[in-house]
């Protein structure tokens, strides 16, 4: 199948690679020459623009920051027409960035109005579960492309939900990190009272994981440095899913929330300390590292 993915960051790019792996023509287009050239090293054909990465492709994927992207992307902007203006046949579009349910519905509404299908397709399970191919996609769209779409997601992901229309499927990935922040905060929180009074960290998370205190920022991701091979806490919080994209994905939550007249005090709080913790500079370091904000006055070691 002929893919054109749009988007090589520390997500899009592994993602794209697991789609050459299946056997896919995969054209690639980023606005980092390193991305788009690392994907050319593994096969992948080289988009000069968004518009000729795009020519002949029968599925469109795009994983961009923030909705701003995915609308000028689409729908175009004041330098620049969208795709939806210069498409030639009729690809399936797939948008697996975190954006707005609002952002999701304006660009699918646009998008059948050109008679093009288009779901939003958030992901979950960071930079490993891109890595090695099983993210969970949370779909939003029709049934038909849901059912379209399903041979190319099985290429980068092992649970793979219809959560409803467009705009669902930002809905559910939303009140996942929202719920994700809140456990990261929560577990960097316990650690760091338990070595504060005498706990070894790798001990004290051993004892929470078998307990009822266990989840997945503990048990899979666990923030404290040196607990857990292979974790951003033990790779200097490098990589990963950044502080400033947790801190967007909570803000995504407090629209929601107050577009809804929702009382979402623990994701408020959660908000709060990932906002604090990106000041502080640690925008760029996976978001684990909220485990800093914690560790005042006892030894890093």
Request: some cysteine; glycine content about 14%; hydrophobic content about 45%.
């Amino acid at each position: 199948m002929n893919i054109a993915f749009i988007g090589l960051g520390n997500m899009g790019a592994p993602m794209a690679l697991n789609l050459l792996k299946a056997g896919h023509h995969v054209t690639v287009f980023d606005l980092v020459e390193s991305a788009i050239q690392a994907l050319e090293a593994e096969g992948a054909n080289r988009g000069e623009n968004a518009q000729s990465a795009v020519a002949g492709a029968e599925v469109i994927i795009s994983m961009l920051p923030a909705g701003a992207h995915v609308r000028a992307l689409y729908l175009g902007s004041d330098d620049a027409p969208g795709l939806f203006d210069t498409l030639d046949g009729a690809p399936l579009i797939i948008d697996a960035s975190t954006i707005s349910p609002e952002d999701a519905r304006h660009v699918g509404h646009a998008a059948s109005d050109k008679g093009l299908t288009y779901l939003d397709a958030p992901v979950s399970g960071g930079v490993g579960g891109a890595k090695a191919g099983t993210l969970t996609f949370i779909v939003g769209g029709s049934e038909t492309g849901f059912t379209r779409a399903q041979p190319v997601l099985q290429a980068m992901g092992k649970n793979i939900f219809h959560a409803g229309d467009v705009g669902s499927g930002q809905v559910a990935k939303i009140c996942n990190n929202m719920l994700l922040g809140i456990l990261m905060s929560g577990t960097a929180e316990a650690l760091a009272l338990g070595v504060k009074n005498g706990m070894n960290p790798s001990v004290l998370s051993e004892i929470m994981q078998q307990s009822s205190g266990g989840n997945w920022a503990l048990n899979v991701y666990n923030p404290w440095p040196g607990v857990m091979e292979g974790s951003a806490a033990s790779r200097d919080y490098q990589g990963g899913f950044l502080t400033d994209l947790m801190v967007k994905d909570l803000g995504l939550a407090w629209e929601l929330a107050l577009g809804s007249r929702s009382t979402v005090p623990m994701g408020s709080q959660a908000r709060n300390l990932f906002a604090l913790h990106s000041a502080q500079g640690s925008g760029r370091l996976d978001f684990s590292s909220i485990q800093a904000l914690y560790r005042e006055g006892e030894s890093q070691g």
